[in-house]
Nanobody
């Protein structure tokens, strides 16, 4: 089993920045592709970003491309999501997830094996 714990969420004004962190334990992080998703009230959970095991390949949803950056530190078992130029529509619970597969389904929630409990991000206008 892998445990994932997100932190770093909070309330920020539009245009501001936040850095989310995801701490992994129980399994070696380098064995997993990692992703960030978010879920707003009454909406489906949506893909935000993913990063390959080595950190070499990065993938982003169009809605956050150029504003958000995903990164990882395998020796520290940490994954990060740097969020800049935040907008009110970025308000959601943000989740970290681990994927043990090698396919191309990194945008699908069903691809991921382990999930964190989420951290709330609220962007005020």
């Amino acid at each position: 089993q892998m445990q994932l714990v997100e932190s770093g969420g909070g309330l920020v004004q539009a245009g501001g920045s936040l850095r989310l962190s995801c701490a992994a334990s129980g399994r070696t992080l380098s064995g997993y592709r990692m992703g960030w998703f978010r879920q707003a009230p009454e909406k489906e959970r949506e893909f935000i970003a993913a990063i390959s095991r080595s950190g070499e390949n990065l993938y982003y949803a169009d809605s956050v491309k150029g504003r958000f950056t995903i990164s990882r530190d395998n020796p520290k078992n940490m994954v990060y999501l740097h969020m800049n130029s935040l907008k009110p529509e970025d308000t959601a619970v943000y989740y970290c997830a681990a994927d043990s597969s090698y396919g191309v389904g990194y945008r699908r929630t069903s691809t991921y094996t382990y999930w964190g409990q989420g951290t709330q991000v609220t962007v005020s206008s």
